[in-house]
């Protein structure tokens, strides 16, 4: 497969692209491989939930 660009999950539609697609403000990325991009949510529930208990920890 030629190697057109990045990997990004887009939230508008809700599913992975590669390459030129929708506009930077409705997606997630980049990312470089196809499965990081699937993971953006749950990579992202992930970071916040790790900010919320460090902002507990800190008051």
């Excluded at 190697?3 to 929708?22: I, N, R, S, T």
């Amino acid at each position: 497969m030629k190697d057109d660009g990045d990997w990004w999950f887009c939230l508008k539609h809700m599913k992975v692209e590669h390459g030129v697609g929708c506009p930077g403000k409705d997606r997630m990325g980049p990312y470089e491989s196809e499965t990081a991009a699937a993971g953006a949510l749950e990579l992202a529930r992930q970071r916040n939930e790790a900010w919320r208990e460090q902002d507990r920890d800190d008051n």
